[in-house]
Structures are given as C-alpha cells and as structure tokens.
C-alpha cells in the first residue's frame, strides 16, 4: 500500500478507441464480485474513455460507489487480488488504484461516496462531454496541449483541466 518507487508513465494521448466501453464491462464485472460488500450503486465508466471520440490516455477510469471511505477502507487490500496498486490520491475524497502499476496503467479506480461532490461532478462533467460535441473537442484540444506542456508531470497535466472542468460544470444544472 503507498505510493510506489516505480517512474510514473508519461502522459500519452491515443485517438479513441471503441473497444473501450467492452474493456470497462469486463474490469465492472470483476469489480461487482470483489466490491460487493461496500457498493452502494452502479460502477460507473468515466475520464476520457467514456466519451466516444475523445482522445485519451489509454487507461480506463472507472468510478465505484461506496458509502464512505472509512467505510470502504477494508476494500483496498482485497483490490490488490485484481492487481490493484492504492496510492493516497487526494485522501480526502477518494480512495485511489491505478492496475497494474504506477508505470505501466491500464486502469484507474475511484471509490468515492455516493452523492458526493466527487462522485456527482465526475457524472456531470463525462455527461456535459458526451451531449455536446463542441465542448468535447475544445477539451479535446486543451488536453493534446496540456500533454505536449506536462509529458512528463501528470498531476500538473491534470491540474491543467481543472479550469475547464470548473467552466463547463458551472453552465450545466446540478441533477
């Protein structure tokens, strides 16, 4: 458990590839079972991935509905069955995996209370991307330029889209 000592990934961007959704729906399938006991909700495919053309990095986010992180606490050994690695990525409103490893990621795991500001925001802003094809390739846009700036620095590649995300969430009604 921690953060590992391995060299992060560079942040690579793919053009959109439809076998996605399908990689989501066998990862959910075997989170299902292996969360069962602190689910609260639908395991939710969100990030990039699950946004038909969209450019992504080619790890897929999937966001898991628990009731609270205490709660769920007893989850992060058991994920490391399914070669989940836990970092404490901002702790305080998720617990945090990337599969297999730091260095080499096919997927991303969130387990994040359900109704929290995390798990509601995450929805909109995939949900904003999806009904609207111009704001989708202007975020498009602003992500080929955040990965050419911060390659190799992917806290500031995602800190560069918090702006954006802010903008489009504050044109969209809560739901």
């Avoid at 399914?82 to 970092?87: H, S």
């Avoid at 802003?125 to 975020?139: G, K, Q, S």
């Amino acid at each position: 458990m921690g953060r590992s000592k391995e060299k992060e990934a560079p942040v690579e961007l793919v053009e959109y590839d439809p076998e996605w959704p399908a990689r989501f729906a066998a990862e959910r399938a075997l989170l299902e079972t292996a969360l069962k006991p602190w689910l609260t909700g639908a395991i939710e495919h969100v990030g990039s991935t699950a946004v038909v053309g969209m450019p992504a990095k080619p790890v897929i986010d999937i966001m898991a509905p628990v009731r609270s992180l205490e709660a769920s606490r007893p989850a992060i050994p058991e994920l490391a069955n399914l070669d989940y690695v836990y970092f404490p990525y901002r702790p305080e409103v998720m617990h945090w995996f990337c599969k297999p490893s730091s260095a080499l990621r096919t997927h991303h795991l969130h387990l994040v209370p359900l109704g929290s500001t995390r798990w509601v925001e995450c929805l909109r802003f995939r949900d904003a991307l999806r009904r609207d094809a111009r704001v989708a390739a202007e975020y498009a846009a602003l992500k080929f330029r955040l990965a050419k700036e911060f390659k190799f620095d992917r806290e500031a590649y995602t800190d560069g889209k918090t702006p954006f995300l802010r903008r489009v969430l504050s044109l969209q009604s809560p739901t």
